[in-house]
T-cell receptor, first 120, second 106 residues
Framework: GAGVSQSPSNKVTEKGKDVELRCDPI?????LYWYRQSLGQGLEFLIY????????KSGLPSDRFSAERTGGSVSTLTIQRTQQEDSAVYLC??????????????????FGPGTRLTVL | ELKVEQNPLFLSMQEGKNYTIYCNYS?????LYWYRQDPGKSLESLFV?????AVKQEGRLMASLDTKARLSTLHITAAVHDLSATYFC??????FGEGTQLTVNP
């Protein structure tokens, strides 16, 4: 009955390395979101998965960022050739995912604890 | 492009006082969310507002939505220290405001 879980909780990497961040949504939630939160800032939408539909990647800041969701459950966000400006907390959220008229979920989103990424 | 603006961004208030946080957004949307974030923690859902005129209350917090004015308010009644946190509104496909950092002083 756990909530959204993310791993690792903290990741320190060197500039130029690739990193993978993992999100386990709440069981039964078909919608999954990735956000980025820089220190003292609001949330920046990155990518949205809804069921078997093609993901909405409109928030990904560059082609170094990619995400996949296997089997409609676990998702992995990959950042290639990390840069210092990638340092942030990466938050994952899931919801029941009833698609509304604007394409987003009516249902409230439940957030994971986040992964704090530090690029040295 | 949808823009969401909150004000104030920083709010320091005394315990027992009332105050309102405002959330304006730039394009039509039929849903608005309020979240709370404690330092170093993730976001906790407070309210989901789905229609014009919707009002929801939980404890000392009350949220309302005016879709015609593209405005939501989060009203704090008789503030207590435990309400100190950052409050975010979010609209549509989760476009977030900058957040309002609330500090309630004894």
């Amino acid at each position: 009955g756990a909530g959204v879980s993310q791993s690792p909780s903290n990741k320190v990497t060197e500039k130029g390395k690739d990193v993978e961040l993992r999100c386990d949504p709440i069981s039964g939630h078909t919608a999954l979101y990735w956000y980025r939160q820089s220190l003292g800032q609001g949330l920046e939408f990155l990518i949205y998965f809804q069921g078997n539909s093609a993901p909405d990647k409109s928030g990904l800041p560059s082609d170094r960022f990619s995400a996949e969701r296997t089997g409609g459950s676990v998702s992995t966000l990959t950042i290639q050739r990390t840069q210092q400006e990638d340092s942030a907390v990466y938050l994952c959220a899931s919801s029941l995912g009833a698609r509304g008229t604007s394409g987003a979920s009516y249902n409230e989103q439940f957030f994971g604890p986040g992964t704090r990424l530090t690029v040295l | 492009e949808l823009k969401v603006e909150q004000n104030p961004l920083f709010l320091s208030m005394q315990e027992g006082k009332n105050y309102t946080i405002y959330c304006n957004y730039s394009t039509t949307s039929d849903r608005l969310y309020w979240y709370r974030q404690d330092p170093g923690k993730s976001l906790e859902s407070l309210f989901v507002l789905l229609s014009n005129g919707a009002v929801k209350q939980e404890g000392r917090l009350m949220a309302s939505l005016d879709t015609k004015a593209r405005l939501s308010t989060l009203h704090i009644t008789a503030a207590v220290h435990d309400l100190s946190a950052t409050y975010f509104c979010a609209v549509g496909r989760l476009t977030f405001g900058e957040g309002t950092q609330l500090t309630v002083n004894p």
